[in-house]
């Protein structure tokens, strides 16, 4: 196998896959392009859009790029979010973001600790791989 070469991901030139319910996501860097260590990508919402309740297997961080979103923790207090404000999630904590304008889209940049992170459904318990989600 070769050595991986730095490269420069331009995400208007990178497929976008449907997430349902309004969310669509751009994977950026992932283990095809030699990733290792981490994940990470952008998530748009559309006008009202949710993404259901969920958890990883490592630690993520995720940036509001813009709009007006909403990080609600299971068990805990929402928290609204402004355009740069940078969450720190543990692993294995039950999390949604959603879109709060019914007109603007939202954008986040996520990042996962792990290139093999999964994401785990609250409701039903099932989990994939992340990459799994973005036709890898």
């Given at each position: 196998?070769s050595?991986?070469?730095?490269?420069?991901?331009?995400?208007?030139?990178?497929?976008?896959?449907?997430?349902?319910?309004?969310?669509?996501?751009?994977?950026?860097?992932?283990?095809?392009?030699?990733?290792?260590?981490?994940?990470?990508?952008?998530?748009?919402?559309?006008?009202?859009?949710?993404?259901?309740?969920?958890?990883?297997?490592?630690?993520?961080?995720?940036?509001?790029?813009?709009?007006?979103?909403?990080?609600?923790?299971?068990?805990?207090?929402?928290?609204?979010?402004?355009?740069?404000?940078t969450t720190?999630?543990?692993?294995?904590?039950?999390?949604?973001?959603?879109?709060l304008?019914?007109?603007?889209?939202?954008?986040?940049?996520?990042?996962?600790?792990?290139?093999d992170a999964?994401?785990?459904?609250?409701?039903?318990?099932?989990?994939?791989?992340?990459?799994?989600?973005?036709?890898?």
């Amino acid at each position: 196998m070769s050595e991986p070469k730095a490269c420069v991901l331009r995400p208007s030139e990178l497929p976008t896959h449907d997430r349902g319910g309004g969310a669509s996501t751009t994977p950026l860097v992932k283990p095809s392009i030699g990733a290792a260590g981490f994940i990470n990508g952008i998530t748009s919402f559309g006008p009202g859009a949710k993404i259901a309740f969920h958890s990883h297997n490592c630690e993520e961080s995720v940036m509001l790029l813009e709009g007006d979103a909403m990080l609600d923790i299971d068990g805990q207090d929402s928290v609204r979010l402004q355009p740069l404000d940078t969450t720190w999630l543990p692993p294995n904590l039950s999390h949604r973001f959603r879109n709060l304008s019914d007109t603007k889209p939202m954008k986040i940049l996520w990042i996962y600790a792990r290139a093999d992170a999964t994401r785990t459904l609250t409701e039903t318990g099932v989990t994939n791989f992340v990459s799994a989600e973005h036709g890898r």
